[in-house]
């Protein structure tokens, strides 16, 4: 089992930047790939980043690419999402993940989830 807990969400206006964070605990996770999801109300829940507890290897969505960075602290068992220039478009719940696939972008592949944290913006 693996236990993920996010935090860092909250109000912002647009333009502006939040951090999240995701801690991990339970069985290893080091073979495991992370990804953040999130959720807007009435929408499917979407694929935003997803990165490998090993290496480097990283992949964002089309629509947060170049304003979102998603890194980890292996000491610390934790995965973080720097959201900058935020827009009202990227109000959601957000979710981090954990999957045994190598280079998931599908939420069915994720295997573990945490509670979600929400994030809004305002215009």
């Known amino acids: 089992q693996v236990q993920l807990v996010e935090s860092g969400g909250g109000l912002v206006q647009a333009g502006g930047s939040l951090r999240l964070s995701c801690i991990a605990s339970?069985?290893?996770?080091?073979?495991?790939?992370m990804g953040w999801f999130r959720q807007a109300p009435g929408k499917e829940r979407e694929f935003v980043a997803r990165i490998r507890w090993s290496g480097l290897n990283y992949y964002y969505s089309d629509d947060v690419k170049g304003r979102f960075t998603i890194s980890k602290d292996n000491a610390k068992n934790s995965v973080y999402l720097q959201m900058n220039s935020l827009k009202p478009e990227d109000t959601a719940v957000y979710y981090c993940?954990?999957?045994?696939?190598?280079?998931?972008?599908?939420?069915?592949?994720?295997?573990?989830w945490g509670q979600g944290t929400q994030v809004t913006v305002s215009s």
């Open positions: 993940a954990a999957s045994l696939y190598y280079y998931s972008t599908y939420s069915k592949e994720y295997n573990y």
């Open positions: 339970g069985r290893a996770f080091s073979s495991y790939t």
